[in-house]
Nanobody
Framework: QVQLVESGGGLVQAGGSLRLSCAAS????????IGWYRQAPGKQRELVAS???????NYANSVKGRFTISRDNAKNTVYLQMNSLKPEDTAVYYC????????WGQGTQVTVSS
Protein backbone atom coordinates (compact mmCIF):
# COMPACT_ATOMS: atom_id res chain seq x y z
CA GLN A 1 0.00 0.00 0.00
CA VAL A 2 1.37 3.37 -1.04
CA GLN A 3 1.61 5.97 1.69
CA LEU A 4 2.81 9.55 1.45
CA VAL A 5 2.87 11.36 4.78
CA GLU A 6 3.41 15.09 4.94
CA SER A 7 4.69 17.01 7.96
CA GLY A 8 6.32 20.27 8.95
CA GLY A 9 3.55 22.78 8.41
CA GLY A 10 2.64 25.50 10.85
CA LEU A 11 1.91 29.16 11.44
CA VAL A 12 4.59 31.63 10.43
CA GLN A 13 4.81 35.36 9.85
CA ALA A 14 5.33 36.77 6.39
CA GLY A 15 8.99 36.59 5.48
CA GLY A 16 9.53 33.50 7.59
CA SER A 17 10.55 29.99 6.64
CA LEU A 18 9.27 26.45 6.99
CA ARG A 19 10.58 23.07 5.90
CA LEU A 20 8.10 20.41 4.86
CA SER A 21 8.85 16.70 4.72
CA CYS A 22 7.16 13.92 2.79
CA ALA A 23 7.88 10.34 3.82
CA ALA A 24 6.99 7.70 1.24
CA SER A 25 6.42 3.98 1.52
CA UNK A 26 5.03 1.28 -0.73
CA UNK A 27 6.60 2.67 -3.91
CA UNK A 28 9.95 2.38 -5.61
CA UNK A 29 10.73 5.86 -4.47
CA UNK A 30 14.01 6.38 -6.25
CA UNK A 31 12.51 6.06 -9.75
CA UNK A 32 9.49 8.35 -9.45
CA UNK A 33 9.04 12.08 -9.81
CA ILE A 34 7.58 13.55 -6.63
CA GLY A 35 5.76 16.83 -6.40
CA TRP A 36 4.58 19.21 -3.74
CA TYR A 37 1.07 20.45 -4.37
CA ARG A 38 -1.00 22.97 -2.47
CA GLN A 39 -4.65 23.86 -2.17
CA ALA A 40 -5.78 27.18 -0.79
CA PRO A 41 -9.36 27.72 0.40
CA GLY A 42 -11.69 28.06 -2.54
CA LYS A 43 -8.99 27.28 -5.08
CA GLN A 44 -7.94 24.27 -7.11
CA ARG A 45 -5.00 22.19 -6.07
CA GLU A 46 -1.82 23.24 -7.88
CA LEU A 47 1.61 21.77 -8.36
CA VAL A 48 4.23 24.12 -6.89
CA ALA A 49 7.42 22.08 -7.12
CA SER A 50 8.59 18.72 -8.37
CA UNK A 51 11.78 16.74 -8.45
CA UNK A 52 12.66 13.95 -10.85
CA UNK A 53 14.37 10.69 -10.02
CA UNK A 54 17.61 12.35 -11.08
CA UNK A 55 16.97 15.22 -8.66
CA UNK A 56 16.14 17.76 -11.35
CA UNK A 57 13.77 20.33 -9.84
CA ASN A 58 10.95 22.34 -11.37
CA TYR A 59 9.02 25.18 -9.79
CA ALA A 60 5.87 27.14 -10.38
CA ASN A 61 6.57 30.78 -11.16
CA SER A 62 4.84 31.82 -7.97
CA VAL A 63 7.44 30.09 -5.77
CA LYS A 64 10.56 30.21 -7.94
CA GLY A 65 13.49 31.67 -6.05
CA ARG A 66 11.80 31.18 -2.67
CA PHE A 67 11.14 27.42 -2.44
CA THR A 68 13.66 24.62 -2.81
CA ILE A 69 12.70 20.99 -3.32
CA SER A 70 15.12 18.17 -2.53
CA ARG A 71 15.03 14.43 -2.01
CA ASP A 72 16.86 11.80 0.00
CA ASN A 73 16.34 8.45 -1.70
CA ALA A 74 18.00 6.60 1.17
CA LYS A 75 15.26 7.89 3.47
CA ASN A 76 12.42 7.79 0.90
CA THR A 77 11.80 11.42 1.76
CA VAL A 78 11.24 14.62 -0.17
CA TYR A 79 11.62 18.06 1.37
CA LEU A 80 10.33 21.50 0.55
CA GLN A 81 12.28 24.39 2.02
CA MET A 82 10.08 27.47 1.92
CA ASN A 83 11.67 30.86 2.47
CA SER A 84 10.35 34.42 2.22
CA LEU A 85 6.85 33.13 2.81
CA LYS A 86 3.91 35.28 1.78
CA PRO A 87 0.29 35.27 2.96
CA GLU A 88 -0.68 33.91 -0.46
CA ASP A 89 1.35 30.79 0.29
CA THR A 90 -1.27 29.85 2.89
CA ALA A 91 -2.67 26.46 1.91
CA VAL A 92 -2.71 22.78 2.70
CA TYR A 93 0.40 21.25 1.19
CA TYR A 94 0.43 17.71 -0.18
CA CYS A 95 3.01 15.49 -1.76
CA UNK A 96 2.23 13.02 -4.50
CA UNK A 97 3.78 11.53 -7.56
CA UNK A 98 3.84 13.44 -10.84
CA UNK A 99 1.50 12.74 -12.54
CA UNK A 100 -0.43 12.45 -9.30
CA UNK A 101 -1.97 9.26 -8.02
CA UNK A 102 -5.68 9.31 -7.23
CA UNK A 103 -5.13 8.93 -3.49
CA TRP A 104 -4.01 11.91 -1.46
CA GLY A 105 -2.66 12.09 2.06
CA GLN A 106 -3.97 14.42 4.73
CA GLY A 107 -1.52 17.15 3.87
CA THR A 108 0.05 19.68 6.18
CA GLN A 109 -1.37 23.13 6.83
CA VAL A 110 0.80 26.16 6.17
CA THR A 111 -0.52 29.48 7.39
CA VAL A 112 1.36 32.71 6.73
CA SER A 113 0.21 35.76 8.63
CA SER A 114 0.73 39.28 7.34
Amino acid sequence: QVQLVESGGGLVQAGGSLRLSCAASGIIFSVVTIGWYRQAPGKQRELVASITSRASPNYANSVKGRFTISRDNAKNTVYLQMNSLKPEDTAVYYCNTVPNRADWGQGTQVTVSS
